[in-house]
């Protein structure tokens, strides 16, 4: 491996419990960095044997995020998007099936040369590989990774190893970080330091001094303490920086801000030295810490909803656009299987806003047509993603084309009237992995639409994750009864978005757009959903 002389590496790790907030940390001092001046990436390593995270159940693992090039990622991947405003790729994350898919690959080929295969050096060598992969992309002063799972744990040791090996070729250039609990004992009063003195030991015993410390905590600690885990954890105070509990994800960046920790790093990493403009950043905070806006409730209809990670960056983009309109967005989780006609009004009467979010699998289906329905019907705004389009698209079929066995072939290959059916180069596929229309594509907007209005551009690119279609077989008959199809494939092959004529605003689109959302650039479609959302709540109150 040769030696990087420009690129600095920060390697974060996580101690103590899962679900710390490693990927927050490592977004926020992203975009710290970068508001310095660096030019800044990010990774996620994640130890778990799927090649990716397309196949995993949202409860188990939150949502599938897909980059601009079709790679289905870990949810930091849209935390770390959204805070450093870059669009990541596939060299962004890395999982233990695909290190040792490769390493796999190319013992078969014969690479190794008839070599025994082992942990080390073959698999420590790959993940190495996939740090300088980053640097290959771009000229980047940073990259900022991230190693998934907790110290201890049996899965993660090849990649520790890897960046123990990558440190010592590259001592000036390496920091690590690590991330740990600092409980506070309602019994006793006191903040406990053991727990964090016990991980940093884990990581001595596998050869990796960590060099900052940041300590989660449900309320900040004084300073005593911060002098005692440097006493025995071996760094400056000034190398403890403290990150209690905050209102919202976005503060983190401010208060890590405030405890200097990029002093610290460009101390250690010995790069100039610059002043930060956070300017933005601060002032979407006071938007969204500001008293008496207005209020409305956007209810979204779902199968996940006891797990808000499953939705995420939907709900994220939704309070993107909720502060670029200067109101508080109350999201109400519906659960679509237990949506019926006899409780319809009640759940959905206090939503002043419908969203129906994507998903796969005929579990639900009965009450989003319901929600959909219920929307169309009462004028309600109704925003539709990805599986959200298909539900309008069956939902008017019945009830308007009157349609009676209109369905998605996903649901039932076997009905009369197949509105949703495969894309057609998807019918002879097996393996459900990685193998939908995965990643940006452009789409065509027609002019004189809702769609044109709110995007006001001709051609737009957006992030997909499908294998199923709107059946062109039926265009005409819903373009003749009120349907609008706003939004096609540039050959005109494929529909992307529709549009109901005569309602407020009711648009479905077949795309992601909640991947591309920002804090302080809110996505258009999620924009105008809130914008029109909060006028007609407005008009009614």
Request: proline share 4%; hydrophobic share 35%.
């Amino acid at each position: 491996m040769k030696k990087i002389n420009k690129t600095k590496f920060i390697f974060i790790t996580g101690g103590v419990t899962s679900s710390l907030g490693k990927g927050i940390v490592g977004a926020s001092l992203g975009v710290i960095l970068k508001s310095k001046g660096h030019k800044v990436t990010l990774q996620k390593f994640d130890p778990y044997l799927n090649v990716d995270p397309g196949t995993m159940n949202p409860y188990q693992h939150g949502e599938v995020f897909v980059t601009e090039d079709g790679c289905e990622t870990d949810l930091d991947l849209g935390h770390y998007e959204r805070f450093i405003d870059e669009n990541l790729s596939r060299v962004n994350n890395i999982t233990s099936g695909m290190i040792y898919s490769e390493v796999l690959a190319k013992e078969r080929r014969g690479d190794y040369l008839g070599n025994t295969v082992q942990i080390i050096p073959h698999v420590t060598n790959e993940i190495k590989n996939h740090i300088i992969a980053a640097t290959k992309q771009n000229d980047y002063d940073i990259i900022i990774t991230e190693i998934g799972g907790t110290i201890g744990d049996i899965e993660s040791l090849p990649f520790l190893e890897a960046i123990r090996q990558f440190q010592f070729k590259n001592k000036e250039n390496c920091i690590h970080m690590h991330l740990t609990l600092v409980p506070y004992l309602n019994s006793s009063g006191e903040f406990k330091t053991k727990p964090t003195q016990h991980s940093v030991k884990e990581l001595r015993a596998i050869g990796i001094q960590t060099d900052i410390i940041v300590c989660r905590s449900s309320k900040a600690f004084p300073k005593e303490i911060k002098d005692k885990i440097a006493l025995f954890c071996d760094v400056k105070p000034t190398d403890v920086i403290m990150c209690p509990d905050a209102k919202s994800i976005y503060e983190v960046p401010i208060y890590l801000k405030s405890e200097q920790i990029d002093k610290v790093i460009i101390e250690k990493l010995n790069l100039n030295q610059s002043k930060s403009n956070l300017s933005e950043w601060k002032k979407y905070i006071d938007i969204i810490y500001q008293k008496d806006k207005p209020n409305i409730n956007i209810g979204i209809v779902g199968k996940y909803t006891a797990l808000s990670d499953s939705y995420l960056s939907v709900t994220e983009a939704l309070k993107h656009a909720s502060a670029a309109n200067k109101c508080n967005c109350n999201i109400i989780w519906i659960d679509s299987e237990k949506l019926k006609p006899s409780n319809v009004s009640k759940q959905l009467e206090k939503c002043d806003g419908i969203l129906i979010p994507g998903g796969f699998g005929d579990r639900g289906i009965s009450g989003k047509l319901i929600a959909a329905k219920y929307a169309r019907e009462n004028k309600k705004p109704y925003l539709g993603l990805c599986l959200g389009m298909h539900i309008a698209a069956i939902e008017f079929a019945r009830n308007i084309l009157k349609l009676d066995d209109a369905n998605s072939t996903e649901f039932n290959p076997n009905c009369a009237d197949p509105i949703i059916d495969f894309l057609p180069n998807q019918k002879q596929l097996r393996e459900k992995g990685g193998t939908m229309r995965l990643g940006a594509y452009p789409c065509h907007i027609e002019k004189n639409t809702k769609l044109h209005s709110i995007y006001k551009k001709n051609e737009i690119s957006e992030r997909h994750r499908h294998r199923y279609e709107f059946n062109n077989t039926y265009k005409s008959l819903f373009e003749d009864n009120g349907i609008k199809f706003s939004g096609n494939s540039p050959d005109g092959e494929l529909v992307e978005v529709i549009e109901l004529k005569n309602h407020p605003w009711y648009i479905a689109c077949q795309f992601h757009p909640e991947f591309k959302s920002r804090p302080y650039k809110a996505h258009p479609l999620f924009n105008s959903f809130i914008k029109e959302t909060l006028l007609i709540s407005t008009k009614t109150s």
